[in-house]
């Protein structure tokens, strides 16, 4: 995730802001009078992590087998390739039955859609892309809809529309990034209070060139969270305990669902900075999600 990516983090403040008004309401409205136990799911935005070879997958796998191994590292994903084309249904299909039931799908928005017709004109695509994800049936968490940051207020009514004719059967988060969209707080609590309304999730971007989009307005009972680390420096492990400390407090006021997906240049620092988090969070929480682990490796026999 190279938005918002800052080189030199020495101004940066990275303390978390205090919550919207509007979230502890959300959380209180929504939920539920028998709560369940709440769903965590932690992730990376690929799975083709070939650093990881010896290490957090088995030495010597086929490319074709990397999604079942990272399905036994991490429990959801932020999927990136959906960006780029429309998967058909067998495709959709063989990543379903390469992962546990407890995995989810987090399918970003192609771009055609988001990006290069701005939502517009994009009912047919959108109709086809939510038909074929939805052959991944309970392994689909949400889509993920990752608007440029040219898309700015002046196409709200777009955005309406859009969401309005969103096919209701597949679960929607939406990531703003013009910052208009932040600057008056006026239009900003509005559009805030339209996602409530539709039942759509605001994405919440922790990333250090743009603070104004870490705005903590949940929207729905679910928190869909994209952190940007910077190669396990102090901060990264900070901001990790202040995420697990926020989320505890969301949870004991009845957040249902939360999806973190971590995006660092070197993947080989995504696990130890999920390990570290989810620690934390089971310290806090005493919800225990399995964290990434370095697997024994077969270790070929000698003559003597």
Request: glycine share 6%; proline share 8%; charged share 20%.
């Given at each position: ?15 978390l ?7 502890a ?20 935005p690929?799975?083709t992590?070939?650093a990881?070879l ?7 796998i ?6 079942h191994h ?48 701005a939502?517009y ?28 940051p040219?898309?700015g207020?002046?196409?709200?009514r777009?955005l ?11 679960p ?15 239009l900003?609590?509005?559009?805030f ?10 994405v ?19 928190a ?52 570290h ?9 005493g ?10 490796q ?7």
């Amino acid at each position: 995730m190279d938005f918002g990516r800052l080189s030199d983090l020495r101004y940066v403040d990275f303390r978390l802001p205090a919550d919207h008004p509007e979230t502890a309401a959300l959380l209180a409205r929504t939920r539920p009078a028998a709560p369940a136990a709440p769903a965590i799911y932690v992730g990376c935005p690929i799975w083709t992590n070939k650093a990881w070879l010896g290490s957090y997958f088995p030495a010597g796998i086929k490319e074709a087998d990397y999604l079942h191994h990272y399905a036994r590292q991490f429990n959801s994903i932020e999927l990136n390739t959906t960006h780029y084309r429309i998967p058909d249904a067998p495709t959709v299909r063989k990543w379903r039955d390469a992962v546990p039931a407890g995995f989810r799908f987090c399918p970003k928005m192609p771009q055609i859609i988001s990006h290069d017709r701005a939502l517009y004109n994009a009912d047919e695509l959108t109709t086809t892309f939510c038909r074929a994800i939805s052959e991944l049936d309970e392994r689909l968490g949400m889509a993920f809809l990752q608007l440029p940051p040219t898309f700015g207020p002046e196409h709200l009514r777009r955005l309406e529309r859009y969401l309005l004719d969103f096919p209701a059967y597949v679960p929607l988060a939406v990531e703003l990034r013009h910052p208009a969209w932040f600057t008056d707080t006026g239009l900003r609590d509005s559009v805030f209070a339209l996602l409530e309304a539709l039942g759509k999730t605001l994405v919440l971007t922790d990333v250090a060139g743009r603070r104004d989009v870490l705005h903590l307005r949940l929207t729905t009972p679910t928190a869909f969270i994209r952190f940007n680390g910077h190669g396990l420096v102090g901060s990264d492990y900070s901001r990790a305990d202040a995420w697990a400390e926020r989320l505890a407090q969301w949870l004991a006021q009845g957040l249902q669902t939360a999806y973190i997906f971590i995006h660092q240049k070197d993947i080989m620092h995504s696990p130890r900075w999920t390990q570290h988090f989810l620690e934390k969070l089971r310290t806090l929480t005493g919800l225990d999600v399995a964290p990434p682990l370095i697997i024994s490796q077969p270790v070929q026999g000698s003559l003597f």
